[in-house]
């Protein structure tokens, strides 16, 4: 495969996802494969997909339905499906979508440049294994970024088992990579021009490794110079170590940002969903976190409608949230998946779980906008990633993970400052730059 070939990647879901999807592209650039974003163009479309939003799978069919076309104009194109999806899914996939030519799962995308080479031959292939070896050490070295901020998957997979939850099944189970090959591929990240780094993870604070938990490997990598910034994400509460809530405290470069999932206020149903903790032990931990770094922003992710929640269950998550008070939040009517434990139980009327979570929604962009319109006057620094519409305007991200807009002419991408903030919109903040 000498010339070029353009390869078009559709991501859903997650920053793990997002992550995956530059390491596939990398992967498959050592076979001459080049981006595009355009899937009319392309030699090769690959949806890497996500199970965990309501009918994931039957977005992908249907996405796959719309590629049709394409195919039928241009045999020769190339279509595969990677990720969660992919490994939920399997032969279902060349079963019903005879235009597919590959399935990968998550954990075996590194024999994408294999499996590519044998469809060459007429052969649909799939892999969906659990690989002995790391997959890691199989990808091709990070390629120079776009921007000032990366991903680094730090650990994988999930032992938890919410009753909800497809990532056990779909990502196997939690394996944290090596200490050293994280801080080489940190350096090397920094070296190609990033300033900040989000360290992924389905249970990113059980990652532990060389006798280090995640607060350890954080204050290493603070120690990288030319590393400004360090966030991680996702966490579970039951994994939030004396070590890191301290690092909050005592690590600058640990932005003042914590998305810390609970899905629900109410005892009975945490303990439905096999959640191992409670709502007075979140809050608690809450506490502990808030003592160490007192202006941390916390974010979370609720489920409403859980099978069982009653009119009480429903009351004790608002008064959670009331209690923590949560700078913005994910939430989502629950909605069964294939092979979990809670998939066996009746669900609620849909009227019903519409109702409630409309009601959590409004009091959670509350909270959001209170957060937000704080800020104003506020000084904060800001990453600047890329150029905003206007002329001489950038955009960045603040302390806080709130988008930015900057008035300042000569600016770059990958500049850090101070800015003062001036307004809150519904979305984003804007504010004047006064240093660096």
């Given at each position: 495969m000498s010339e070029s070939r353009k390869l078009f990647i559709k991501t859903y879901g997650c920053q793990m996802n997002v992550y995956d999807s530059e390491r596939m592209a990398e992967a498959l650039g050592a076979k001459g494969y080049v981006l595009t974003e355009v899937a009319e163009e392309a030699d090769m479309v690959l949806l890497n997909t996500c199970h965990i939003r309501e009918k994931a799978a039957e977005k992908v069919y249907s996405d796959l339905g719309r590629l049709r076309p394409l195919k039928v104009a241009r045999p020769d194109l190339k279509i595969g499906v990677a990720g969660c999806v992919a490994q939920a899914e399997g032969e279902e996939i060349l079963r019903r979508m005879p235009l597919v030519d590959l399935v990968v799962g998550p954990q075996s995308y590194h024999r994408l440049p294999d499996m590519l080479e044998r469809t060459e031959g007429g052969a649909r292939v799939i892999d969906t294994d659990f690989p002995e070896e790391d997959k890691f050490d199989h990808l091709p070295e990070r390629k120079a970024l776009r921007g000032p901020t990366a991903f680094l998957t730090v650990q994988e997979g999930c032992?938890?088992?919410?009753?909800?939850?497809?990532?056990?099944?779909?990502?196997?189970?939690?394996?944290?990579?090596?200490?050293?090959?994280?801080?080489?591929?940190?350096?090397?990240?920094?070296?190609?021009?990033?300033?900040?780094?989000?360290?992924?993870?389905?249970?990113?604070?059980?990652?532990?490794?060389?006798?280090?938990?995640?607060?350890?490997?954080?204050?290493?990598?603070?120690?990288?110079?030319?590393?400004?910034?360090?966030?991680?994400?996702?966490?579970?509460?039951?994994?939030?170590?004396?070590?890191?809530?301290?690092?909050?405290?005592?690590?600058?470069?640990?932005?003042?940002?914590?998305?810390?999932?609970?899905?629900?206020?109410?005892?009975?149903?945490?303990?439905?969903?096999?959640?191992?903790?409670?709502?007075?032990?979140?809050l608690r931990l809450v506490e502990r976190i808030r003592a160490a770094r007192p202006d941390i922003l916390l974010t979370s992710d609720f489920i409403v409608g859980f099978p069982g929640e009653t009119d009480a269950d429903f009351e004790a998550t608002l008064a959670l949230i009331r209690a923590v008070g949560f700078g913005s939040a994910f939430s989502f009517k629950y909605s069964a998946r294939p092979g979990t434990p809670a998939a066996e139980k009746p669900e609620l009327p849909a009227e019903l779980c519409d109702a409630r979570l409309q009601t959590l929604q409004a009091l959670l962009g509350e909270q959001q906008r209170a957060a937000q319109a704080a800020m104003v006057g506020r000084e904060l620094g800001v990453l600047y990633e890329k150029a905003g519409r206007l002329p001489g305007q950038m955009v960045g991200k603040s302390d806080y993970l709130h988008a930015v807009h900057v008035e300042d002419p000569g600016a770059r991408p990958g500049d850090l400052v101070r800015v003062r903030i001036t307004a809150s919109g519904p979305n984003s903040l804007a504010g004047e730059r006064i240093g660096v």
């Open positions: 032992d938890k088992f919410c009753a909800f939850c497809v990532v056990p099944y779909t990502r196997g189970a939690e394996v944290s990579r090596p200490f050293a090959r994280l801080m080489s591929e940190a350096r090397a990240l920094v070296e190609k021009g990033v300033r900040e780094i989000t360290l992924l993870g389905q249970n990113v604070n059980a990652w532990s490794n060389d006798g280090r938990g995640l607060g350890g490997l954080i204050r290493e990598l603070a120690r990288i110079d030319g590393l400004e910034r360090l966030r991680y994400t996702t966490s579970h509460p039951n994994d939030m170590a004396d070590d890191l809530i301290e690092a909050h405290g005592q690590e600058p470069k640990l932005m003042p940002y914590l998305h810390l999932p609970v899905q629900s206020g109410s005892d009975r149903i945490l303990k439905a969903m096999n959640r191992k903790h409670t709502a007075e032990q979140y």
